[in-house]
């Protein structure tokens, strides 16, 4: 079993930053890609940023060039440092881990006031 928690969720005004931690825990070995979602409300869940062992990323043309996923190893944990944050932001931030399965944290919640 894989353990994730992500925390660093809040409210923050557009334009301003924020960074999510997630820390993982458990039988973290083999874990292959891990990444963060967010669903906002009355909305489904949607990818943010993978990146995987060896260090590739990806993410959505909406956050490119305002949010980077970077992990690290020695901590099991991953970030999502997000700046210039708009309203859209808005939403639950959920913490992904891929091995044979995905799993899932609890989700944070981050708001942006506009």
């Known amino acids: 079993q894989v353990q994730l928690v992500e925390s660093g969720g809040g409210l923050v005004q557009a334009g301003g930053s924020l960074r999510l931690s997630c820390a993982a825990s458990?039988?973290?070995?083999?874990?292959?890609?891990m990444g963060w979602y967010r669903q906002a409300p009355g909305k489904q869940r949607e990818l943010v940023a993978t990146?995987?062992?060896?260090?590739?990323?990806n993410y959505a043309d909406s956050v490119k060039g305002r949010f980077t996923i970077s992990r690290d190893g020695t901590k099991n944990t991953v970030y999502l440092q997000m700046s210039s944050l708009k309203a859209e932001d808005t939403g639950v931030y959920y913490c992904?881990?891929?091995?044979?399965?995905?799993?899932w944290g609890q989700g944070t919640q981050v708001t942006v006031s506009s």
């Open positions: 990146i995987t062992n060896s260090g590739t990323t």
């Open positions: 458990g039988t973290i070995f083999s874990i292959n890609l």
């Open positions: 992904q881990g891929r091995k044979a399965r995905d799993y």
